[in-house]
C-alpha cells in the first residue's frame, strides 16, 4: 500500500486533480462508452466490409468511393443543404425580429413568452401529424389558407420541393424558441446606455440598429448561426415522419440516407462511412464555433 | 405580434380542436368552428389503443431514470469543474462538450449491434442511458456555471469542520443549487419525452415509448383514425406542455445564464 503511492498513478491519484477524478467519472463514462468509443467503432466499420452474420473485410476506403459514387447520396446532401440554409436563416431573422419586439417593451410579456415558447414542448411526432392535418391537400386549413390567398398549394406528399419545404417549415416551428430565446439574452446584454445616449445625439431608429443593435448582437447572432447549422445538419425525424424520404427518395436528408444503408438496405459499412462525413461535417462547424466563441470571449475581455 | 401568436399556437390549438371534433367534422371544408365537443376519439383512444398507455408509462419511467441520472452525474461533475480550476480537468470538461459534436443517428451503427448482444434491446435501461449521455455534457456545463455562484468561503468553512467533499455536495451544494438542477431537468424531462429517434431503433415492444405509438399510428396502413391521432397527441402533449409553463423560468435561466427574467 505505502509502495504504490510512489507510482505515478499513486501520486496523480493523491493529487487535487487526481481527487476530482471519481467526481467526474460517472458523466465521463457514459460519453466515453456510448458516444466517444461508438464514434471510433464506426470509422473501423467504415474502414470494413460487414453486414449481419459476416465477419468484417478490410477494403481501406471502398466505402467511401461508393457513398461518394452514390446519386442518393449527393441528392441527400443537396436536400440537407437547402433545408439547413433555409431553416437556420429563417429561424435567425424571425428570432431575432421577435427579440427586438421583445425588448422594445410589451405588454402581458410573461404570457407572450410563454406562447412563443410553447412548441418547444411539442414533440417531434406530434408536430409531424399537425402539420401534415394543416397542410392536407383537400381540407388542410393551412393550404385552403394558400388557395384563398391565390397561392400554390403545398403538394407536399407529391411534390419534393413541397416536402422539403413543409419539412423545413415544421423544423423552424419546432425550434425557433430556443434561437429566440438565445438572441432575446443577446439582446438584453446590449447596455441600456447605449442608447439613450445615441436618442440623445438623435439617431434614427434604423442607425441605432445599424450601429449599436447589430455590431454588439453580432458575436451572438454567430454563434447560434453555427450551433444551428450543426443540429439542423443532422435532422432525421422531421424527414421520416413526414415525407419517409420520398416519393422515390427525393427528399432523403443525409440522416435517411444513413439509416437506410444501415437498416433498410444492411450495408454498415456504407452507412458507416456516411456517418464519418457527417462527423467531419459536424466538427468543420464546430471548429467554426470554436473560433467564434474565442473571439467572442475575448471581445469580451474575459 | 399577433402573426407570431398565431404561428406558435395554431398548430397546437388545432390539434386540441380536432381531438374534440366528431369525425366528420376535422376534415370539413371550411373548417368548422362550431361544433358539438365530444370526448369519442379518447374512447376509441382507450379502448383500441392500450399501447398506447403502456407507451405513456414506458416514457415516464425513461424520462424519470434518464433526469435522475443527469441531474446526479452533471451535478458530481460540475461541483468538481467548479471547485478545481487545474487547466487539465478543465481541457476534460471542453471534451465533453466536443463530442457533442458526434450526430445521435451515427452512434446507432455500432450500438445497434452490441445491444442486441447484452440484451438490453428493447429495454427501458438503454433508452435511459442514451438520453442522460446526451444530455449530460450540457448538464456538467450549466451546474458548473450554478456551482460557481455559491461562495467558496462556505466549503472552506464545512472543510474546517472535518466535512468530506461528500459531505459537502450534500449538506452545501445540493440545497443551494437547486435552481441549477431544476433548470437541467427541464431540458432532459422535455427531451426524453418526446424523442424519437433512439426509441424508433432501439425499442420494438416492451420498451417502446408513446411518440412512438403515435408514429405507428400515423403510419397505420388501414387507413389514419385522425380523430383519435389527434387524441393521442394531445395527451402526450399536455403534460409536458403545462410542465414547461410551469417551469418557464427555469427554461429561461438555463438558456440565457440568467440574462432574461421570464
Same mark, same amino acid.
Given at each position: 500500500?505505502?509502495?504504490?503511492?510512489?507510482?505515478?498513478?499513486?501520486? @496523480?491519484?493523491?493529487?487535487?486533480?487526481? $481527487?476530482?477524478?471519481?467526481? %467526474?467519472? *460517472?458523466? +465521463?463514462? !457514459?460519453?466515453?462508452?456510448? &458516444?466517444?468509443?461508438?464514434?471510433?467503432?464506426?470509422?473501423?466499420?467504415?474502414?470494413?466490409?460487414?453486414?449481419?452474420?459476416?465477419?468484417?473485410?478490410?477494403?481501406?476506403?471502398?466505402?467511401?468511393?461508393?457513398?461518394?459514387?452514390?446519386?442518393?447520396?449527393?441528392?441527400?446532401?443537396?436536400?440537407?443543404?437547402?433545408?439547413?440554409?433555409?431553416?437556420?436563416?429563417?429561424?435567425?431573422?424571425?428570432?431575432?425580429?421577435?427579440?427586438?419586439?421583445?425588448?422594445?417593451?410589451?405588454?402581458?410579456?410573461?404570457?407572450?413568452?410563454?406562447?412563443?415558447?410553447?412548441?418547444?414542448?411539442?414533440?417531434?411526432?406530434?408536430?409531424?401529424?399537425?402539420?401534415?392535418?394543416?397542410?392536407?391537400?383537400?381540407?388542410?386549413?393551412?393550404?385552403?389558407? @394558400?388557395?384563398?390567398?391565390?397561392?400554390? $398549394?403545398?403538394?407536399?406528399? %407529391?411534390? *419534393?420541393? +413541397?416536402? !422539403?419545404?413543409?419539412?423545413? &417549415?415544421?423544423?423552424?416551428?419546432?425550434?425557433?424558441?430556443?434561437?429566440?430565446?438565445?438572441?432575446?439574452?443577446?439582446?438584453?446584454?446590449?447596455?441600456?446606455?447605449?442608447?439613450?445616449?445615441?436618442?440623445?445625439?438623435?439617431?434614427?431608429?434604423?442607425?441605432?440598429?445599424?450601429?449599436?443593435?447589430?455590431?454588439?448582437?453580432?458575436?451572438?447572432?454567430?454563434?447560434?448561426?453555427?450551433?444551428?447549422?450543426?443540429?439542423?445538419?443532422?435532422?432525421?425525424?422531421?424527414?421520416?415522419?413526414?415525407?419517409?424520404?420520398?416519393?422515390?427518395?427525393?427528399?432523403?436528408?443525409?440522416?435517411?440516407?444513413?439509416?437506410?444503408?444501415?437498416?433498410?438496405?444492411?450495408?454498415?459499412?456504407?452507412?458507416?462511412?456516411?456517418?464519418?462525413?457527417?462527423? @467531419?461535417?459536424?466538427?468543420?462547424?464546430?471548429?467554426?464555433?470554436?473560433?467564434?466563441?474565442?473571439?467572442?470571449?475575448?471581445?469580451?475581455?474575459? | 405580434?399577433?402573426?407570431?401568436?398565431?404561428?406558435?399556437?395554431?398548430?397546437?390549438?388545432?390539434?386540441?380542436?380536432?381531438?374534440?371534433?366528431?369525425?366528420?367534422?376535422?376534415?370539413?371544408?371550411?373548417?368548422?368552428?362550431?361544433?358539438?365537443?365530444?370526448?369519442?376519439?379518447?374512447?376509441?383512444?382507450?379502448?383500441?389503443?392500450?399501447?398506447?398507455?403502456?407507451?405513456?408509462?414506458?416514457?415516464?419511467?425513461?424520462?424519470?431514470?434518464?433526469?435522475?441520472?443527469?441531474?446526479?452525474?452533471?451535478?458530481?461533475?460540475?461541483?468538481?469543474?467548479?471547485?478545481?480550476?487545474?487547466?487539465?480537468?478543465?481541457?476534460?470538461?471542453?471534451?465533453?462538450?466536443?463530442?457533442?459534436?458526434?450526430?445521435?443517428?451515427?452512434?446507432?451503427?455500432?450500438?445497434?449491434?452490441?445491444?442486441?448482444?447484452?440484451?438490453?434491446?428493447?429495454?427501458?435501461?438503454?433508452?435511459?442511458?442514451?438520453?442522460?449521455?446526451?444530455?449530460?455534457?450540457?448538464?456538467?456545463?450549466?451546474?458548473?456555471?450554478?456551482?460557481?455562484?455559491?461562495?467558496?468561503?462556505?466549503?472552506?468553512?464545512?472543510?474546517?469542520?472535518?466535512?468530506?467533499?461528500?459531505?459537502?455536495?450534500?449538506?452545501?451544494?445540493?440545497?443551494?443549487?437547486?435552481?441549477?438542477?431544476?433548470?437541467?431537468?427541464?431540458?432532459?424531462?422535455?427531451?426524453?419525452?418526446?424523442?424519437?429517434?433512439?426509441?424508433?431503433?432501439?425499442?420494438?415492444?416492451?420498451?417502446?415509448?408513446?411518440?412512438?405509438?403515435?408514429?405507428?399510428?400515423?403510419?397505420?396502413?388501414?387507413?389514419?383514425?385522425?380523430?383519435?391521432?389527434?387524441?393521442?397527441?394531445?395527451?402526450?402533449?399536455?403534460?409536458?406542455?403545462?410542465?414547461?409553463?410551469?417551469?418557464?423560468?427555469?427554461?429561461?435561466?438555463?438558456?440565457?445564464?440568467?440574462?432574461?427574467?421570464?
Amino acid at each position: 500500500m505505502i509502495r504504490r503511492q510512489d507510482t505515478r498513478i499513486g501520486r @496523480l491519484l493523491q493529487s487535487p486533480t487526481g $481527487m476530482a477524478l471519481p467526481w %467526474i467519472a *460517472p458523466a +465521463h463514462l !457514459l460519453v466515453w462508452s456510448l &458516444l466517444v468509443i461508438p464514434g471510433i467503432y464506426v470509422l473501423w466499420l467504415s474502414l470494413q466490409a460487414s453486414t449481419f452474420g459476416m465477419s468484417p473485410q478490410f477494403v481501406g476506403l471502398d466505402n467511401y468511393r461508393h457513398v461518394l459514387g452514390d446519386v442518393y447520396f449527393w441528392r441527400a446532401l443537396r436536400n440537407t443543404l437547402v433545408v439547413v440554409l433555409g431553416v437556420v436563416h429563417v429561424e435567425l431573422l424571425l428570432g431575432l425580429g421577435m427579440a427586438l419586439l421583445f425588448a422594445s417593451g410589451l405588454p402581458a410579456r410573461r404570457w407572450l413568452l410563454a406562447a412563443v415558447l410553447a412548441p418547444y414542448a411539442v414533440s417531434e411526432v406530434s408536430a409531424a401529424v399537425v402539420w401534415r392535418f394543416l397542410f392536407d391537400t383537400q381540407a388542410g386549413p393551412a393550404n385552403l389558407a @394558400l388557395a384563398a390567398l391565390g397561392l400554390p $398549394m403545398l403538394e407536399w406528399s %407529391i411534390n *419534393p420541393n +413541397h416536402g !422539403l419545404a413543409l419539412v423545413s &417549415l415544421l423544423s423552424i416551428w419546432l425550434n425557433l424558441p430556443f434561437t429566440f430565446l438565445i438572441l432575446y439574452a443577446a439582446r438584453l446584454s446590449v447596455p441600456a446606455e447605449l442608447y439613450e445616449a445615441a436618442r440623445m445625439d438623435g439617431a434614427t431608429a434604423w442607425q441605432i440598429f445599424r450601429r449599436i443593435t447589430l455590431p454588439l448582437m453580432m458575436p451572438a447572432i454567430l454563434l447560434a448561426m453555427l450551433f444551428r447549422y450543426i443540429f439542423v445538419f443532422r435532422i432525421f425525424s422531421e424527414v421520416w415522419l413526414l415525407t419517409g424520404g420520398g416519393p422515390a427518395r427525393q427528399t432523403e436528408v443525409v440522416g435517411v440516407y444513413l439509416y437506410q444503408e444501415a437498416f433498410t438496405f444492411n450495408a454498415f459499412g456504407g452507412a458507416s462511412a456516411t456517418g464519418w462525413i457527417m462527423v @467531419l461535417i459536424s466538427l468543420l462547424l464546430g471548429a467554426g464555433y470554436m473560433v467564434a466563441l474565442r473571439r467572442q470571449s475575448m471581445g469580451h475581455g474575459r | 405580434m399577433l402573426l407570431i401568436l398565431c404561428w406558435s399556437l395554431a398548430p397546437i390549438v388545432f390539434m386540441v380542436m380536432a381531438s374534440f371534433k366528431p369525425g366528420q367534422d376535422i376534415f370539413a371544408v371550411p373548417a368548422r368552428w362550431q361544433f358539438t365537443p365530444t370526448v369519442q376519439h379518447y374512447i376509441s383512444l382507450w379502448s383500441q389503443w392500450r399501447g398506447f398507455f403502456d407507451g405513456l408509462l414506458n416514457s415516464l419511467i425513461i424520462t424519470a431514470g434518464a433526469t435522475a441520472l443527469v441531474i446526479a452525474a452533471s451535478t458530481m461533475a460540475g461541483f468538481a469543474y467548479s471547485r478545481n480550476r487545474a487547466p487539465s480537468l478543465q481541457r476534460s470538461a471542453t471534451f465533453l462538450i466536443v463530442v457533442r459534436l458526434l450526430p445521435p443517428i451515427v452512434v446507432t451503427l455500432p450500438l445497434f449491434g452490441v445491444v442486441n448482444a447484452l440484451r438490453l434491446n428493447d429495454t427501458h435501461l438503454i433508452l435511459i442511458l442514451l438520453y442522460a449521455t446526451f444530455f449530460v455534457s450540457l448538464g456538467t456545463i450549466l451546474m458548473r456555471t450554478f456551482i460557481d455562484q455559491i461562495p467558496y468561503e462556505l466549503d472552506e468553512a464545512a472543510m474546517v469542520d472535518g466535512a468530506s467533499r461528500a459531505t459537502i455536495l450534500w449538506t452545501i451544494i445540493r440545497p443551494l443549487a437547486r435552481q441549477g438542477m431544476m433548470a437541467v431537468s427541464v431540458f432532459v424531462i422535455v427531451y426524453a419525452w418526446n424523442e424519437f429517434l433512439f426509441a424508433f431503433i432501439f425499442t420494438s415492444t416492451r420498451a417502446k415509448t408513446a411518440p412512438l405509438v403515435i408514429a405507428e399510428m400515423m403510419g397505420s396502413l388501414d387507413g389514419v383514425d385522425w380523430g383519435v391521432l389527434f387524441a393521442a397527441s394531445t395527451v402526450q402533449l399536455l403534460p409536458v406542455l403545462v410542465f414547461v409553463m410551469l417551469m418557464q423560468k427555469h427554461l429561461v435561466a438555463g438558456l440565457t445564464g440568467g440574462a432574461v427574467k421570464g
